[in-house]
């Protein structure tokens, strides 16, 4: 219900937004090179591959390379800034947050569940470039690409820390978190509403994937495994952007 609350939300911003518009009379087709726009954007983060993959115990020792993440939908968060170089393109930088925690796990045999075994967090950073698709009104289209560094983060929680110090799996000597810095992409689209000339609401989806698998050691001076084969979510946010007009010479 908090989800589906957050999505309600965005939807009230951006009819809030359009009868702003209308009341402030905002510009249609507004030249914006020369722009900067500094934005912030929150709503949901969606781990997929097998960062999101489900943890079935029945399966999990036949397991070949990495390991089911099991990680389940949870808030994600960020900032930008773009620069219009030309009316209806714009280029910056961005930087967003991944928080996760481990779903339920299903114990065979039993009747109950067991807390998830790992938490997850992202912080990615990098740069990108946005094309406005010109509709002539104040809803515009944009489609997004960027590219950046992905530091990736995926840890035992409590209860999988119970698990995997255990002296009959891995022992207490067992790492319990794994963590690097890759390269990676990411690309989605979005929709502004421009009210006015100095604030724009929207929404926007963006997928994102990070290269090169995640490799840690199981134990202290062991070979390095692979934890997880690949690192990739999705995010739906509802963003706030302010637009500030470059000087006149």
Not at 213 to 236: N, V
């Amino acid at each position: 219900m908090r989800k589906i609350g957050i999505v309600v939300a965005a939807l009230v911003c951006l009819a809030l937004a359009a009868l702003a518009a209308q009341a402030a009379g905002a510009p249609i087709g507004t030249d914006m090179k020369g722009r900067f726009g500094i934005g912030v954007m929150g709503g949901l983060g969606l781990p997929a591959g097998q960062l999101g993959e489900e943890i079935d115990l029945n399966t999990l020792s036949e397991t070949t390379e990495g390991i089911p993440g099991g990680q389940k939908m949870t808030g994600h968060y960020g900032v930008y800034v773009d620069y219009f170089v030309a009316k209806d393109f714009a280029v910056g930088a961005d930087l967003g947050y991944l928080s996760t925690k481990g779903k339920d796990i299903e114990i065979p045999g039993e009747i109950i569940t067991a807390p998830g075994l790992f938490e997850s967090k992202t912080m990615q950073f990098g740069l990108h470039g946005k094309y406005f698709i010109p509709t002539g009104g104040l809803v515009v289209p944009y489609l997004s690409l960027g590219v950046g560094m992905y530091n990736r983060k995926f840890e035992l929680s409590d209860f999988g820390k119970l698990v995997f110090q255990d002296p009959d799996v891995l022992g207490p000597d067992a790492v319990t978190s794994f963590s690097d810095t890759k390269l990676g992409m990411n690309g989605g689209a979005g929709l502004e509403l421009r009210a006015g000339e100095m604030f724009g609401v929207g929404v926007s989806g963006m997928y994102h994937k990070s290269f090169g698998k995640l490799e840690e050691s199981l134990l202290p001076g062991t070979p390095k495994e692979t934890i997880l084969k690949d690192w990739q979510y999705m995010a739906f946010n509802a963003q706030v952007t302010f637009y500030i007009p470059m000087a006149k010479k």
